[in-house]
């Protein structure tokens, strides 16, 4: 199956496309050599599913997010790397995992001395310790923490590797976590033996170096470029280029729907990855619509606006955008998603087809704002229009 397939399987990440959705969108934006350039941009790239795509297209490719660690997540999926450093890699990461396991069998010991509490750097512990704690048993944590302070030791000799091991170590974080889900808080009971975490930890440094021969092999070979960047702001220093970009393959949030940081604050909290930005940033979270859903909406909209005109300063002309989007529900009002993005594309955009798929209303508000109408999520392809 495409979702289990090349690096697609290495971190999960709520409402990410389906990668069968994202290969089949590639294949249609980039149907011929003749669609130049080969460049495709995904402007809410989350772990990477479009670029895995376009990487094993053989496409250059470039993703932009403001969540830090869907950021690091997107790049160590799309890694282009010597093969002499992929081993490497997989041999730092084998030697951590084997000392945490050694770790845990030490913890039984009577004499065994917990090490201090990993303290990432420029992070108030405390803040740290209240966001933590209690979702993880002590013994988990310790291990965690052990498998964290090593890839901090190694940051000063090599950022990029640890920010590569730091991945395989997020995508346990919620599996050895009390927490039921990356999107439900619900706390459930979890028996995690000693020594657990460490081989975890070290099946998916494992599951990420084959899923990146499996790339290579597949036929990787364009430049990649992840970012740290606002989707309304693409252009200027540090981003893209004008008219750069072939195609855009995207899902942008769905209005309403998703709370990005909630998902990701435990993973971010415990690896000391600062998020204030991406909080204050985030396009169309849920959260923002309590009490004051209809001022919330428009400010979405408004959003989605910049986005559109910031994809039409990268897009060459006559390129292609593929945009997923869901139907959804903006405090007790429906959000009827492809109506809204025809209506606020239409002066740069003209739309070539679409297609849509009725999706289960969820819970009671959902069923009384849809109605007897049907919840749906749609892929609408559209082209840039020429400049008169």
């Not at 590639?26 to 402007?43: A, G, I, K, M, Y």
């Not at 070290?202 to 364009?222: P, T, W």
Request: aromatic share 6%; glycine share 8%.
């Amino acid at each position: 199956m495409v979702k289990n397939s090349l690096t697609h399987p290495l971190h999960s990440y709520p409402a990410r496309m389906h990668p069968a959705t994202a290969r089949a969108l590639v294949q249609l934006c980039f149907d011929t050599e003749s669609v130049q350039p080969r460049v495709v941009l995904d402007p809410f790239c989350g772990s990477g599913t479009t670029l895995v795509e376009g990487r094993a297209a053989g496409l250059n490719v470039i993703g932009t997010d403001l969540n830090p660690l869907a950021v690091r997540i997107a790049r160590a999926k799309t890694w282009s790397c010597p093969k002499k450093r992929l081993t490497a890699f997989e041999r730092l990461g084998a030697q951590i995992s084997a000392a945490a396991i050694e770790e845990g069998k030490a913890a039984r010991r009577a004499d065994y001395k917990p090490k201090p509490i990993r303290v990432p750097k420029g992070i108030n512990p405390a803040e740290r310790d209240e966001e933590i704690a209690s979702w993880y048993s002590p013994h988990v944590r310790r291990e965690l923490e052990f498998i964290a302070a090593a890839i901090d030791e190694y940051r000063e000799e090599d950022e990029q590797m640890a920010d590569l091991l730091s991945v395989c170590l997020s995508s346990i974080l919620i599996k050895t976590s009390k927490r039921s889900s990356d999107t439900s808080p619900k706390e459930i009971r979890r028996n995690i033996a000693r020594g657990a975490p460490g081989r975890w930890f070290g099946e998916r440094v494992q599951l990420m170096v084959q899923g990146l021969v499996d790339l290579h092999r597949e036929g990787a070979k364009g430049e990649v470029t992840v970012l740290e960047r606002d989707a309304r702001k693409l252009l200027g220093p540090g981003g893209i280029a004008p008219e750069s970009v072939g195609a855009i393959i995207s899902s942008p949030p769905y209005i309403g729907t998703y709370d990005y940081v909630d998902h990701h604050r435990l993973r971010l909290a415990f690896l000391g990855m600062p998020y204030d930005d991406f909080e204050r940033k985030e396009i169309g979270a849920r959260r923002r619509f309590k009490g004051r859903a209809h001022q919330a909406a428009i400010k979405a909209i408004d959003d989605f606006k910049e986005c559109l005109k910031s994809f039409d300063e990268v897009l060459v002309p006559g390129g292609l955008m593929a945009l997923m989007v869901g139907d959804s529900v903006a405090g007790v009002e429906p959000v009827w998603a492809d109506g809204v993005l025809r209506e606020i594309s239409a002066d740069r955009f003209d739309v070539l087809g679409w297609v849509s798929q009725e999706r289960d209303k969820l819970g009671s508000l959902e069923k009384r704002a849809f109605g007897e109408y049907p919840k749906r999520e749609h892929v609408l392809l559209l082209e840039k229009k020429s400049k008169s």
